[in-house]
Every structure is written in structure tokens, then in C-alpha cells.
């Protein structure tokens, strides 16, 4: 089959939202198909420029696919008369986080018009395709709650998940992700504050600009806890990845609200490790059970500490969490198996 898997991308900047694509393609040509990965730049700031991207969408042409599947906003504008969503999130600023600190635009009568035309533009794009698939419980419901459709939950796999293994368990808990404010990592390093316990943390990763990397060594410092802080601003490899999960003794994952239970979940769970994270987290809560793979804290430094206390205090109980962890995957039916039957059905 002629497969054409379509997505948008902010340049220079690598997530989860690349992967899910790159690892299906592979998935797919593994299993015979012609693959076409069709990636298309889109910025969602300024609000003004929207319509004239999503315009271009409705020019592009993939009539030669037998099927195309969507992925990042605005891909689902693309036409083609068998096209699949896999639908990972809206742009939030103009959705749920329309009411947030996170929409980094004014709340102006020109805007809200522009937030009832997308969802407007959106849901008719979306009633263009013959089967909706989310990556979470989570996107489901907002898929229902702002543009009335409905959905399958398709819970996205990681890639080679036979190359995360455990090694061991020593006394830092990591958090590999995204350096970004909406992430939390500072959350943690407060957190660290009030632990009575000498657990140490490791952050890795990047953002979208040096700013949020500096101000969590800053914090580092203010909250005297530098000499039991690790904070790598940059790309992680594979490779770093892998080796730092086999050996920690848990991962730590605190998202507001996100789309889904995120990839730093999973390869922690691959990982044999338990994983921390809050009861805001949003798609988070629908992989990690309270007790049983990992503990849901609340979202404050002092309820973080107690987590992260307990971790190192009972390292019998972490290490059964951990084990429960890779299990939780197996109930879930998160899987490349699954993934294939569902997307090709």
C-alpha cells in the first residue's frame, strides 16, 4: 500500500510529535508498505498567519497515496478521499489553553474571531476523514468538547522498546524531556528542597530557547540544592537516553495537562522504572497509577518531596513499581502490533 504520513513541524525544534511519525514510517516500510513522510512548517504565533498556512494545506496533493494519515495540526487540512487522523493535539493556545498563561497573545475581539474560524475551519477538515484516531483519553475528549467528533484512543508505542532494559538503581531520579516552562522541571528542583532524603536529580534536555535552561541552574542555586542538581541543556541521544533510565533509580514527568501519557513515560516504564508525576498532569494519569508503577503528587514542592522521599527510602517498593511498570504497558495494548491493525483496518 501507498502510505503518505503527513504532519506539521516548528523548524529547528524536535518532540514527540516528529517521532510518532518517524518510528511509524519505519514501522510501515518494515512491514512492506511504500512510505512518503510528508512534513510541512507551521508557527502558531503570530495568530494572523494561521489562515494563510492552512490555506496552502488544501493545495497540497497526495491523490497518488492509496491512504494519507495525519498527525500535528493543521495536517488534517490536507484532502484525500481516504485520510486517517491520528490526531495528537489541537493548537492549544486557541483550545484549552485559551484561559491560560500559556496563550502568549492578547484576548481581543480580532483573536476570538480567529479562535471561532479555526475551530470552525478544524472541525470541518477533521469530518473529511474516515476514521478518527487520539493518542490519549485526554485528546478525546477535547476532540469532543470543541469540535463534536468522535474518536478512538490509538495509544502511540516507542520505538525498539527492546533497547530500554534496567541495571540497577542508584539515587537520582531523571527527568529527559523538553527544557520548557509548561514541562515543570523547576517544580522538581523545588521539590528537592524539601526532601529529607539524599535523592539527587537529573534534567535533560532541550528547549526552544537557552532561557528556561539557565533559569533552572539559577534556581538550582537560590534553592542551594546545586550540588545535588544535574541539568544537561541539549539534544540527548538515544544512546545517553537508554543508559541514564537503565540506571536511575526512578523518572520524573510533570506536564500541565498533557496530550498524552508522553514519551519520557514510556521509555521509563520500558525502563523498569517507577515514575513520578502530578495530578495535573493530564494524558500522564491515564499510564501511571498511584502506588502501583509510580506516585501522582500533587502539583506542589512539598507533595513532590514526600514522593521523591519515598522512592529512595523504600527502594523495595520502587523497584516492584518499576517492574509493574512494563506490565501496565502489556494491559494497555500499547504495542506497534496494535497500532498497525488499527491504522490499516
Given at each position: 500500500?501507498?502510505?503518505?504520513?503527513?504532519?506539521?513541524?516548528?523548524?529547528?525544534?524536535?518532540?514527540?510529535?516528529?517521532?510518532?511519525?518517524?518510528?511509524?514510517?519505519?514501522?510501515?516500510?518494515?512491514?512492506?508498505?511504500?512510505?512518503?513522510?510528508?512534513?510541512?512548517?507551521?508557527?502558531?504565533?503570530?495568530?494572523?498567519i494561521l489562515f494563510?498556512?492552512?490555506?496552502?494545506?488544501?493545495?497540497?496533493?497526495?491523490?497518488?497515496?492509496?491512504?494519507?494519515?495525519?498527525?500535528?495540526?493543521?495536517?488534517?487540512?490536507?484532502?484525500?478521499?481516504?485520510?486517517?487522523?491520528?490526531?495528537?493535539?489541537?493548537?492549544?493556545?486557541?483550545?484549552?489553553?485559551?484561559?491560560?498563561?500559556?496563550?502568549?497573545?492578547?484576548?481581543?475581539?480580532?483573536?476570538?474571531?480567529?479562535?471561532?474560524?479555526?475551530?470552525?475551519?478544524?472541525?470541518?477538515?477533521?469530518?473529511?476523514?474516515?476514521?478518527?484516531?487520539?493518542?490519549?483519553?485526554?485528546?478525546?475528549?477535547?476532540?469532543?468538547?470543541?469540535?463534536?467528533?468522535?474518536?478512538?484512543?490509538?495509544?502511540?508505542?516507542?520505538?525498539?522498546?527492546?533497547?530500554f532494559f534496567s541495571?540497577?538503581?542508584?539515587?537520582?531520579?531523571?527527568?529527559?524531556?523538553?527544557?520548557?516552562?509548561?514541562?515543570?522541571?523547576?517544580?522538581?528542583?523545588?521539590?528537592?528542597?524539601?526532601?529529607?532524603?539524599?535523592?539527587?536529580?537529573?534534567?535533560?534536555?532541550?528547549?526552544?530557547?537557552?532561557?528556561?535552561?539557565?533559569?533552572?541552574?539559577?534556581?538550582?542555586?537560590?534553592?542551594?540544592?546545586?550540588?545535588?542538581?544535574?541539568?544537561?541543556?541539549?539534544?540527548?541521544?538515544?544512546?545517553?537516553?537508554?543508559?541514564?533510565?537503565?540506571?536511575?533509580?526512578?523518572?520524573?514527568?510533570?506536564?500541565?495537562?498533557?496530550?498524552?501519557?508522553?514519551?519520557p513515560s514510556l521509555?521509563?516504564?520500558?525502563?523498569?522504572?517507577?515514575?513520578?508525576?502530578?495530578?495535573?498532569?493530564?494524558?500522564?494519569?491515564?499510564?501511571?497509577?498511584?502506588?502501583?508503577?509510580?506516585?501522582?503528587?500533587?502539583?506542589?514542592?512539598?507533595?513532590?518531596?514526600?514522593?521523591?522521599?519515598?522512592?529512595?527510602?523504600?527502594?523495595?517498593?520502587?523497584?516492584?513499581?518499576?517492574?509493574?511498570?512494563?506490565?501496565?504497558?502489556?494491559?494497555?495494548?500499547?504495542?506497534?502490533?496494535?497500532?498497525?491493525?488499527?491504522?490499516?483496518?
Amino acid at each position: 500500500m501507498k502510505i503518505a504520513l503527513c504532519s506539521s513541524f516548528m523548524p529547528f525544534i524536535r518532540g514527540g510529535g516528529r517521532n510518532i511519525v518517524d518510528w511509524l514510517a519505519s514501522t510501515l516500510t518494515e512491514a512492506g508498505h511504500q512510505v512518503e513522510v510528508v512534513y510541512l512548517p507551521e508557527l502558531d504565533s503570530p495568530p494572523d498567519i494561521l489562515f494563510q498556512q492552512m490555506m496552502a494545506l488544501r493545495w497540497v496533493d497526495l491523490q497518488a497515496a492509496d491512504r494519507i494519515i495525519c498527525f500535528r495540526p493543521q495536517a488534517h487540512l490536507i484532502p484525500h478521499p481516504h485520510k486517517i487522523l491520528w490526531f495528537i493535539h489541537h493548537i492549544r493556545t486557541f483550545y484549552d489553553l485559551w484561559d491560560s498563561p500559556y496563550r502568549d497573545f492578547p484576548d481581543t475581539a480580532h483573536n476570538r474571531a480567529i479562535r471561532e474560524s479555526l475551530i470552525d475551519v478544524d472541525t470541518r477538515a477533521m469530518g473529511e476523514a474516515k476514521t478518527v484516531f487520539t493518542n490519549s483519553k485526554v485528546v478525546s475528549e477535547r476532540l469532543k468538547t470543541f469540535n463534536g467528533v468522535e474518536s478512538e484512543v490509538l495509544y502511540p508505542p516507542v520505538f525498539e522498546p527492546e533497547r530500554f532494559f534496567s541495571a540497577g538503581y542508584n539515587d537520582e531520579i531523571v527527568c529527559i524531556c523538553r527544557l520548557e516552562h509548561y514541562k515543570r522541571q523547576h517544580l522538581l528542583i523545588e521539590a528537592l528542597s524539601y526532601t529529607k532524603e539524599p535523592v539527587r536529580l537529573r534534567i535533560m534536555g532541550t528547549g526552544a530557547s537557552p532561557d528556561y535552561g539557565i533559569a533552572l541552574q539559577q534556581k538550582a542555586q537560590a534553592c542551594n540544592v546545586a550540588d545535588r542538581v544535574i541539568v544537561e541543556d541539549r539534544w540527548i541521544t538515544e544512546e545517553e537516553k537508554v543508559e541514564h533510565l537503565s540506571q536511575c533509580l526512578a523518572a520524573a514527568y510533570l506536564p500541565i495537562d498533557e496530550d498524552s501519557y508522553g514519551y519520557p513515560s514510556l521509555e521509563a516504564s520500558h525502563a523498569q522504572k517507577a515514575v513520578l508525576t502530578t495530578s495535573d498532569s493530564g494524558g500522564v494519569l491515564e499510564l501511571i497509577q498511584d502506588g502501583y508503577n509510580g506516585y501522582i503528587a500533587e502539583p506542589t514542592p512539598e507533595s513532590l518531596a514526600r514522593a521523591m522521599d519515598k522512592l529512595y527510602r523504600d527502594k523495595n517498593v520502587t523497584e516492584a513499581m518499576g517492574k509493574n511498570a512494563r506490565q501496565r504497558l502489556v494491559d494497555l495494548k500499547i504495542s506497534w502490533s496494535q497500532v498497525l491493525e488499527r491504522l490499516l483496518a
